[in-house]
């Protein structure tokens, strides 16, 4: 989706507000975290997408939607699978295994 160019100066710190209707056209909140990148002479800005380890579904990066573990998100529906599939907290191996000194 195109738009018209807008101009905006860069601060003496280096920023650039994005418009207002920019945002709103891409759902861009305060905090909300970005992308930066350069292509040849342009400077192109996206929002972060952050996908699921392990179901794929995209979210936000809002704490309350998952976890990052070991640099990857876990959306909240996987970790409560997760949960459900491990008997509540107890990894499934560790169901039903005996240890071999008999304690
Ligand atoms: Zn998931």
Do not use: Y
Not at 9 to 35: F, K, S, T
Not at 67 to 78: A, D, E, N, Q
């Amino acid at each position: 989706m195109d738009s018209a160019p807008v101009m905006r100066r860069v601060d003496r710190l280096g920023r650039v507000a994005l418009p207002n209707r920019i945002r709103r056209q891409l759902g861009i909140a305060g905090h909300d975290p970005l992308e930066i990148w350069v292509n040849g002479e342009a400077i192109i800005l996206q929002r972060l997408t952050v996908r699921c380890l392990f179901c794929g579904r995209g979210a936000g990066v809002r704490q309350q939607e998952g976890v990052v573990l070991g640099g990857k998100f876990v959306c909240r529906s996987c970790i409560e699978q997760a949960r459900r599939e491990s008997g509540g907290g107890r990894p499934r191996a560790e169901i039903g295994v005996r240890r071999r000194d008999g304690e």
